[in-house]
DNA sequence: TTCTGCAATAGAGAAACCATATCGCTTTGC
DNA sequence: GCAAAGCGATATGGTTTCTCTATTGCAGAA
């Protein structure tokens, strides 16, 4: 039954029977059969089908809320008594808004300095896909803004706020600033992240409350980007001012704090919320609360 | 894997394997190898053994939770694409204390006015068995108090709020009063709720905030054997206003409101917490909710 | 000590599982 | 239109797993 609840989930994962039977590692006949045995021990058609994957059903829809419970619930069974065997172990995987990247190493860093037998993978994500990749079991755990979330499905643990910082060339007419506000900045060559990033929404947000519309000649999912370029000299960017200092450090690059962007929003860890949380995950949380508080 | 842990379950409920491999429907030894396979799987041994049963280890302990927590949700699944099939059917277990039963009567017949394929199961208990119960997936839902109870865990809706009354024989000293204190009850002949209730120690601590000791010369669980003392003339009892009615009506016996227990301890439906309901159990919050209203 | 109740173990038959091979249908490309 | 390719269902057989009966081993009680 919890065999054909993981084939389930790898289905309405992939889409595709062979390609979920490939990363379950069976074959597509058993997938297939699997998925019939459940569908009969339920009653219910769960997939439509014909000669092609079509989707969930409604009833499919529903159960799929709960095969993710219990095939998450004995995953992190398993992962429970392997921690009372060999105390601190396994792999923990966390999705990061690239603009708390930063945060994600320090936090992964503390949190292996006491835990060394815990592996660590830290991918880079927007925010709405940080949340769909807890839901499905993808990560364990993810940082990222915590307003307008769905609390209550998650704990959170905040982390720090964000403040924003511009980055431009040390020649850049606005480099000698001490301070500037978010109209000035509507005459530069803007560098911004995509729209999908909840940062950039945000950061559109000050922009039009300064009353000017932000106009990014240039969009990438990557601060990497946003930065090198304005290490060309002629563009400049908007980042928070941790990630801004540690990129730019070294590069000669100017940072001038933006006024009025200060107490900005709340970043922090969040994880699926459970009762118990796993050891490693609590401990994980714990790490945050202690880094919060320095 | 899913079996092993109804095993598990079972075992840690009858602390024995026969009679728990007997409640499954299977045999000993079948029990003793899925045991022993779950903690093989697990790497933890989850039980105490010496030729006898010896009591979950503190691992055991632990993957209880979670054990309760899967296969409770597995049934919900079944439950709720049987839901989908057939319409609202099945059974429903209350748990429900003494003091609520008339309202357990009125919540399962509203209920069954609407959902006629619904089986009720009503069992009188006490509220700590009532939250035994649903952590052991004995009962799907309770009526109880809602104060001083481990919120959080559960869902609620509040139906009404106790009133306490003074039920006794219409000769009796009292019965013509048309109100009365705790402290003036002190002299009669008491019978009340035996102290694992939690109604009595809501009484208990009626009395002592009016300054004196209750001494309950009769002590039961039921409150039929209580109110059937008083109508053998001698004795006295308290009761909630709601059930004293109904408990007395036609045998002549006389209620007495008592002064100053006006606004008293919330009553309510108390069901485990799951995201999201199962489609009965929500008729059901739906059904009190629509109770509590009248 | 013997007896009794309990859980583990042995062994055999039944059931479930899973892979290979194949079919039927749909879509795609020419 | 037709051939080819992609996709999922089905058939079949070998292997594993499951679960039963029968029995053994062990500890406490008489």
């Known amino acids: 039954m919890l065999a054909k ?24 006949p058993t997938l297939s059969t ?42 992190r069974l398993r ?53 769909t990749m807890l839901d499905n079991l993808e990560s364990d755990a993810g940082l990222s803004y915590l307003d307008n979330e769905p609390l209550g499905r998650v704990s959170t643990v905040e982390l720090y706020r964000e403040t924003y910082t511009l980055v431009c060339a040390p020649d850049h007419p606005l480099a000698a600033r001490a301070e500037i506000g978010w109209d000035e900045l509507s005459g530069s060559r803007l560098c911004l992240l995509t729209p999908d990033m909840q940062n950039r929404r945000i950061v559109n947000a000050a922009f039009r409350a300064a009353g000017c519309e932000p106009v990014a000649l240039m969009e990438s999912n990557s601060t990497v980007v946003l930065v090198s370029h304005v290490a060309t000299g002629a563009w400049v ?50 790490e945050a609360a202690e880094l919060a508080n320095d």
């Open 237 to 286: 960017t908007v980042l928070p001012g941790d990630l801004a200092h540690f990129l730019a450090s070294g590069k000669g690059l100017a940072i001038v704090p933006i006024r009025g962007a200060a107490p900005g929003h709340a970043v922090g860890l969040v994880a699926p919320w459970q009762e118990p949380h796993t050891p490693v995950l609590q401990a994980l949380l714990d």
């Open 79 to 131: 992962e429970e008594m392997r921690f009372s065997r060999e105390g601190l172990a396994g792999h923990l995987r966390l999705a990061v808004i690239p603009t708390a990247l930063t945060w994600a190493s320090r936090l992964a860093a503390g949190f292996s300095a006491r835990h060394p037998n815990v592996a660590f993978t830290i991918l880079s994500r927007n925010s709405a896909e940080i949340f």
């Open 34 to 75: 699997g998925l019939k045995q459940l569908e009969d021990q339920l009653g219910v058609q769960l997939v439509r089908r014909g000669s092609r994957y079509g989707g969930l059903t409604p009833e499919g829809q529903r159960a799929l809320t709960w095969a993710r419970q219990i095939v998450g619930d004995a995953r």
């Open 5 to 28: 609840l993981e084939m389930f989930l790898a289905l309405s994962k992939e889409q595709h029977f062979g390609r979920a039977a490939q990363s379950l590692g069976i074959t597509q």
